[in-house]
């Protein structure tokens, strides 16, 4: 069967796909936040490798799989004349596939040209997940994301146009206290420029370096949900599915964005009142507080 090379992520709506990994880590790897895979080197794994990883997974389970997602942390970095013949064997191996889908980076933005994204989406890749984090430049400079707000919109742009889905996350805090409202109003910008399928709102854990704050100053409990009222607010796009229901988040919340703005906001607003009424809204969360 499959074996991994850990730590090994997966969104969390991938729960019931079949986990394939092809390159180990990120390609990037340099985000001043994450410590996903700091300990793992970079590397793709061989063409042939996988090509008969895929041949050995047992017929009677093949049969039972429906969706795919591609492992690691930026899988569609693989070079689109070795990816092809993946994903042809997964069509042909798995009959019943319907989807296979994958976290896409700013390098793997980059390096396909529409015609290649069309390629492989006529062969099942038809979800994308990428890490924006924010819509503001300032924030993304200090995440050392590697590309810009202006640049990632019209790369995704163009992987949509292919009819490829994007599935967006964005991590509150990102802007601290003092970029908190900038960082949510550029981020309701981009996601109006760019209307993606799915958006995902995460809250930002510091596991690299965790001198990100010193500039940007802790941001409290009472910050934090005045962030996720403005970008709420200010959401003008169509029919983009929100979940903000990661372990991380502070409320669970769920709808479809424009359709339930007020119910989300309604709930929001709850959250803030009960902040306000046990002093903890100008708290730091303790994960903060600790760094
Ligand atoms: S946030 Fe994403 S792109 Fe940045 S280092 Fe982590 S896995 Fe790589």
Redesign the pocket.
């Known amino acids: 069967m499959l074996t991994y090379s850990q730590p090994l ?1 997966r969104p969390p709506s991938e729960a019931r796909s079949l986990i394939f990994q092809i390159t180990h ?7 001043t ?5 700091t300990d793992k080197r970079f590397r793709m794994k061989p063409l042939e490798t996988v090509l008969e990883e895929i041949q050995n997974i047992p017929a009677a389970y093949a049969a039972t799989v429906r969706r795919v997602f591609l492992a ?3 899988a569609t970095i693989y070079p689109t004349e070795k990816l092809t013949p993946i994903l042809d064997a997964l069509n042909a191996h798995f009959p019943a596939l319907q989807r296979i889908s994958a ?1 896409v ?2 390098k793997a933005l980059r390096a396909k040209t529409p015609e290649q994204w069309r390629e492989l989406r006529q062969r099942k890749l038809s979800l994308l997940y990428f ?1 924006l ?1 924010s819509g503001n430049e300032e924030v993304l400079e200090l ?1 050392n ?2 590309g810009s707000a202006a640049e990632a919109a019209s790369l995704c742009q163009v992987v949509q146009q292919q009819g490829i889905a994007l599935s967006v996350m964005v991590v509150l805090g990102g802007g601290g206290r003092r970029l908190a409202r900038e960082h949510a109003l550029d981020t309701a910008r981009w996601v109006n420029q760019v209307n993606p399928r799915y958006l995902s709102l995460l809250t930002l854990f510091l596991r ?1 370096n965790t001198s990100l704050f010193e500039q940007l100053e802790q941001p409290t409990w009472g910050s934090l949900a005045e962030e996720t009222i403005t970008l709420i607010q200010h959401i003008k796009g169509k029919n983009i599915i929100f979940r903000a229901n990661h372990i991380s988040n502070l409320v669970d919340l769920s709808g479809t964005l424009p359709r339930d703005r007020e119910r989300l906001l309604s709930g929001l607003e709850a959250h803030r009142q009960k902040l306000l009424k046990s002093r903890a809204y100008d708290t730091v969360p303790e994960f903060y507080e600790e760094l």
């Open positions: 992520y880590g990120c390609s990037h790897n340099a985000c936040f994450c410590g996903m895979y690691d942390g930026d976290y980076g700013r890490g984090e995440m994301k590697g690299r």
